[in-house]
């Protein structure tokens, strides 16, 4: 029977101990000083951009390469910028339509407009209703104003003046749209809700929905035609449009393009929100496996396994800041993730370790802990390295976000295995050591 490691192995650990701590702590300075120089590359998620799902005919393969060239040339066009801007191409399943191959695109860019252009807009709408009109532009690359008027004005024809005067301004893609009748479509899209709850399964319950829909769409004519508003928001769409028509324009490619689907924007200062929480998660999570530890075994073995788990998450963080991959909200994911495989490494060796503490008693702490790390190493490589290579599959074969979360996994599991012999290990025999000697001064 083949056996990896041979019963009996004695390797000694202990004894490198000062090495691989001098070589860790090294490791973290680097990590540290290359996040400090070089920074985080960070992803739409963190540094705010658009997310959008694109949809094209048939099953056919697509090549996400051609379409990811395709909108980063044009908007490095549009957008005047010299740096290649970020763009990432996911396939993307959307429920129940198997007919069609959607994918989702992320880009940081969120607007097309600049600071000159929302003030000439600003100017033309008090030019044309008046100073007494409040107007409020995008903040933050944000595509929408909110313009209030100081009085009541009929709905549909304000709709058609403000979408006219948008368009006068250079801009293709605007919709227009009533506070009022925004409140009123989201009753509507309450009470359908409801209404697929309670008649799901039911043959009847798509007509009944599409006839909903007619119905819905013909009180919203007639509340537009009859009724007035103060408050209209207007939603510019060039960044959609844009993108739209570069893949339209691809060979082959283009004739199968459908539609952009959806489109969501996040705000920079959302985005380091989001980066801010991220990191409080795994600050979390570390301080939450040092109250298990401590409680599951001793306070002794608590820091060792949290000092374990810094030093992976720093040393992840580090590889990103060297490479520049894209870190984003999924890398976070893999981070918390690493976590919580170093420290089920960690407990299978201290586990090992508090049963020789019994069982071998009268042999030096020192000795014991070896003597764990040697009888775990043949379960530690074996679990590693099976994991290891689906990790790696999944970097080779996968694309884009999923190879970035793979690449991080595979530096994680690395770092995570290497901290569980040489930094958890030594670190809870330098606490052993040093309360030993402490009850040695109280006697």
Known sequence: MFELIKPGTKVEFMGMRRVFVTASALAVLASAIAVLVFGLNLGVDFKGGTKMVVAFKGNEAVDREVIRQAVTDTLQKVSGATDALQVEVQD??????EQNRRFMLYTESVSLLSEEQKEKIAAA?????????????????????FLTFAAEVPIEARLTELATLFREQGLERVT?????VRDLSMEFYKEVNLEKVDAAGSPQSVLDQIE?????????????????????????????????????????????????????????????????????????????????????????????????????????????????????LPIIAAILTIIGYSVNDTIVVFDRIRENVDKLKGLPYERIINVSINETLSRTILTSGTTLLVVIAIFLLGGGLIKDFAFALIVGIVVGTYSSIFIASPLLLYLHNMLARREKVAA
């Open 92 to 97: 993307f399943y959307a429920g129940g339509d």
């Open 125 to 145: 709408v008090k030019a044309k209703f008046g100073d007494d009109t409040a107007v409020n532009p995008p903040t933050e690359g944000g595509d929408q104003f």
């Open 176 to 180: 227009v749209e009533s506070d009022k």
């Open 212 to 328: 909903a829909e007619d119905a819905f769409k013909k009180r919203v004519a007639e509340f537009r035609t009859k009724n007035t508003d103060t408050s209209f928001t207007v939603k510019i769409e060039e960044l959609s449009g844009k993108i739209e028509k570069s893949i339209r324009a691809l060979p082959d490619v283009g004739s199968r393009f459908l539609e952009v689907e959806s489109a969501t924007s996040i705000s920079p200062s959302v985005g380091s929100d989001l980066l801010n929480n991220g990191l409080l998660a795994v600050l979390y999570a570390c301080i939450g496996i040092l109250l298990y530890v401590a409680l599951r075994f001793d306070f002794k073995y608590g820091p060792g396994a949290v000092i374990a788990l810094a030093h992976d998450a720093i040393i992840t963080i580090g590889v990103f800041a060297l490479t520049q991959v894209p870190f984003t």
